[in-house]
């Protein structure tokens, strides 16, 4: 076979050292997997670099270590027999060549020393497992035993083993797959998509923060919707998101039809990815609907109907994030207030817009405005080129409304203009439901724009209030 060599990715200093390291220690190494498959596709540079010796990847990582100047702190993960130290801000880790076998129950592997294809073996795709020689003989000497380099050409996703026993020993490998395909527009060879579909039970035994971190690296790609139509097609997402394939479907009954909401739903993934990197709002997008299912009704009298789903489709989001291990701190509140009010801007677009609404719409979505409102944008899927214009025109309106209904009257952080101590202290009152309704009622009033939000308007208002209420000034 022809040998290629790619000398010119091996510029890093920290290659000729471990080539040096490598050397002293008579082993051999290689640079392996992302850092050689994104160089090869010119994409942008990853950070982190793996290095294969074979032989001890920590006696090799301690080596290179004392021949750097600053002899960086060698980290060892004596359970997986590697050990990571970080150059000139880039992580590299160091693992010995390995050979892998699988139980059933696990994909925590039975590990033993082995050469170079024993490890490009246990590899999850051909393009993962292009090595580059750092031995100074053959330096930059390209190592593809699966022809990964015409895979990467023809974007081609493919096990190196038969992908039955690949999926099989390790089902995040399934995941991982539909994100490579996602992330770099590759396609996935035919034979490897009929086996995630086989062993698609399998995903079972993976940890849901595992599985999230893939679904983060899809919903932050380009195009989500490419990876989340394969996960639908493989029957993964029916295990592990069954709220969204609740969503597809089109029901019929006397003639009328709903939407597709899965289908509807990931057209507004991509709408959003468009404008926005926030990955929490890219979850808004995908969640939005989907307390659809569980809400949808059919009458004879308005055809079919989905009351309340914001409302229930905020909780599922709570439910949901609980599922599948992620944080339940200020990220899934806000996935689950944007999911709660993500009809309410559509509603403000489609009738006269009073500056009462907007107030109410800046007063509950508060600093999340402006996200709420890149979601409705992105949440407009119409065909017909009349109305997509005129909704997009209307949301326009809105957001300007929003500018100057906020320069007027500063309800985005909300602060009550008089204090619960200070209606205690007028009325000599202790703490009781009276105070409450004054400041309920001062609320109110801003909001619908009977008084300003000032301190002077408040409290002639509250004092009227108060009177109604039988509550008199103490001196
Ligand atoms: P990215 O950083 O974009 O995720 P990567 O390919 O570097 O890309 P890593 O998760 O850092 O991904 O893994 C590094 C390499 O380790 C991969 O290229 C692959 O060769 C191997 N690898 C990682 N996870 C698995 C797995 N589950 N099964 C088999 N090989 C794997």
Redesign the pocket.
């Known amino acids: 076979m022809k040998k290629t060599t790619h000398k010119e990715a091996l510029d890093n200093k920290i290659f000729k050292i471990t080539s040096q390291a490598a050397t002293q220690l008579n082993v051999k190494s290689y640079v ?4 050689v ?2 160089f090869l596709l010119q994409r942008d540079f ?3 670099i ?1 290095i294969v010796a074979v032989g001890s990847g920590i006696a090799l990582a301690q080596e290179v270590s004392s021949l750097l100047p600053n002899k960086p702190k060698v980290q060892v993960f004596k359970t997986y027999g590697t050990a990571m130290l970080c150059f000139e801000g880039i992580d590299i ?1 160091f693992v010995g060549a390995r050979k892998e076998s699988y139980s059933t129950d696990s ?1 925590n592997p039975v590990v033993e020393t082995g050469t170079l294809e024993d490890d490009q073996n ?4 051909t ?3 292009l090595a580059l020689s750092l031995d100074e003989a053959d330096y930059g000497t390209l190592v593809d035993p699966f022809n990964g380099i015409e895979d990467l050409k023809n974007k081609i996703i493919r096990t190196p083993l038969d992908p039955d026993i ?1 999926y099989s ?2 089902p ?2 399934m995941m ?1 797959a539909i ?2 395909a996602t ?1 770099l527009g590759f396609t996935i060879e035919a034979e490897s998509l009929t086996a995630i579909g086989r062993n698609k039970e399998r995903i079972k035994i993976i940890t849901g923060e595992r599985i999230v971190d893939e679904l983060n ?1 899809i919903l932050s790609a380009a195009v989500p919707s490419v990876g989340f139509k394969l996960l639908h097609q493989t029957g993964l997402l029916h295990i592990i998101m069954p709220e969204l394939t609740n969503l597809q479907g089109v029901e019929e009954v006397e003639g009328q039809t709903h939407k597709d909401n899965f289908f509807h739903t990931l057209e507004v993934v991509d709408n959003i990815a468009q404008n926005t990197d926030d990955v929490w709002l890219r979850w808004a997008a995908l969640l939005h609907d989907i307390g659809k299912a569980p809400t949808k009704k059919f009458s004879k009298k308005v055809g079919w109907t989905f009351h309340g789903h914001e409302f229930v489709g905020g909780k599922m989001v709570k439910k949901l994030f609980e599922r599948l291990h992620m944080p339940l701190n200020h990220k899934m509140k806000f996935v689950s207030k944007m999911v709660m009010l993500s009809s309410r801007p559509i509603v403000l677009a489609q009738d006269i817009i009073t500056d009462s609404a907007v107030r109410r719409l800046v007063f509950d979505a508060g600093e999340d405005v402006e996200s709420l409102m890149t979601l409705c944008e992105a949440d407009i899927t119409t065909k017909n080129p009349n109305k997509f214009k005129k909704y997009h025109n209307n949301f326009k309106i809105v957001r300007q409304k929003i500018v100057e209904v906020e320069e007027r009257d500063h309800v985005r952080n909300f602060q009550p203009p008089i204090s619960g101590e200070e209606i205690m202290a007028t009325f000599n009152i202790k703490p009781s439901k009276e105070i409450g309704i004054l400041k309920e009622a001062i609320k109110e009033a801003i909001l619908e724009g009977e008084i300003p939000n000032e301190y002077q308007a408040a409290h002639d208002y509250m004092m009227e209030r108060a009177k109604k209420l039988g509550l008199v000034v103490v001196d």
């Open positions: 392996i997997g992302g850092f498959r994104d990853k950070k982190d793996d880790e994909r246990r590899r999850d795709f393009i993962n497992a690949t020993d390790d995040l490998r991982r994100r490579f992330q690296k």
